[in-house]
């Protein structure tokens, strides 16, 4: 018998009825065995034009969080068809971030492949 495990991290959240995406925790944890759903393009698309997330995924401790962030930022720049524009920002917001931490910052940022 196999079993398949996935960890989640709440990045933010869209409420039913409004058109904000909110880049925080919601106010209350979802429920037990809630339904998962693959975000549409355009959702990430509007999620992602702000990058506040980046920080909520930088303070993660149970995931190889450099690679999942680096992984993100690919994803998100293939899906914004390549829009350099958007990668200099992440980039930017990464390094104000990390701006005492230069080597997490340059293995992240080599991690990226752009």
Known sequence: ?????FRVAIV????AGEETF???LPPRPP???????????????????QLDFLRTLMDMRSAPVDGL???VIREV????????EWLVQAGR????QLKDDYD???IILSQIHA
């Open 1 to 5: 018998m196999l079993k398949t495990e």
């Open 12 to 15: 933010g959240f869209y409420p």
């Open 22 to 24: 909110y880049q925080h």
């Open 31 to 49: 429920q037990v065995h809630q339904a998962v759903y693959r975000c549409q393009a355009a959702e990430v698309m509007a999620f992602t034009e």
């Open 69 to 71: 962030i680096a992984a």
């Open 77 to 84: 720049y293939q899906l914004r068809q390549l829009d350099r």
């Open 93 to 96: 917001v990464l390094n104000v």
């Open 104 to 106: 997490r910052l340059r």
